[in-house]
């Protein structure tokens, strides 16, 4: 169905080349600034009901269906694919596209498309809502299974544009905001959703130590692994490791987080189904060795 309808747009955009009324940049900036952007948060039904106002699709039908009977369209034909169409195709595609290889054209892509998700997950719209479906049913899957031996490698992600600093590179208060996703990823593993934060039950972050040992850049992907280094029931205390694209360690991070009875305004144990399913974890993780970088102060060396 999507390339029914992506197969008439495609035969138009050749029309508009062949009778010389439009170039590929042309076209290609008009889908990308008007209807392209309406199209990813809105599709087309939905948008020409907007546009019908508060009457609505009935009256935008009626006010527009009748444009549909002048000749404005070669949708029906297909223009000859003759050398001369596909020469001047390929030269306006180059002279607009080709000072970018096509994997420098997919990195693009990509990154863009990332961050599109991103604002769409934020405001829980269209695909982003999707998204975040997906991720609160991944979250109520509930605690991991578990090898001997294993970090949790429970939160990925990607350097957005907003990340970069004056440097290039991505800055700092950054860091902190993966290791902390990283640690709610850690406890809603542990059985923490939203109904446990009604009963007025969390976690809070009360020390943090971040290491800085690399640099990430625009785009670069990366992951995090957790491990639980001890857990009594209130206190949590947690180490992560970003890992970059190519498996090295970027940063680390080491946070002690709290259980907190919000109503009362004071720490409190955990109760069920946090206490059991944290517990579990940390069990499984009381074979791992302590990390180097854990339980040390600024500026002192590892061995």
Known sequence: MGDRLLEAVWR???WLINDDIATTDVIDDIMTHSFGLRWAQMGLFETYRVAG???GMRHFITQFGPALA????KLMDVPELSDELIDKIASQSDAQSGAHSIRELEAIRDKNLVAFLRSLKAHNWAAGAFLNEVDAARANEGAPALSDGEMLALHEGRVMPDWIDYNGH???FRYGQ?????SDAVIKAGGFDAGYLARGLSF???ETHIRYLGEMSLGEGFETHSQI???DGKKLHLCHEMINEAGAVVATGEHMLLHVDSAKGASAPSEAPVAEMLGALAKAHEGL???DYCGRAVGQKTS
């Not at 002048?70 to 369209?73: A, I």
């Not at 993966?178 to 990283?182: I, N, S």
């Open 12 to 14: 138009e955009a050749l």
């Open 53 to 55: 106002g508060e009457a």
């Open 70 to 73: 002048w000749p404005w369209t």
């Open 170 to 172: 991505m800055t700092e």
């Open 178 to 182: 993966v290791f902390a996703d990283a």
């Open 204 to 206: 809070y972050t009360v």
């Open 229 to 231: 280094l001890s857990f």
């Open 289 to 291: 060795a302590m990390p």
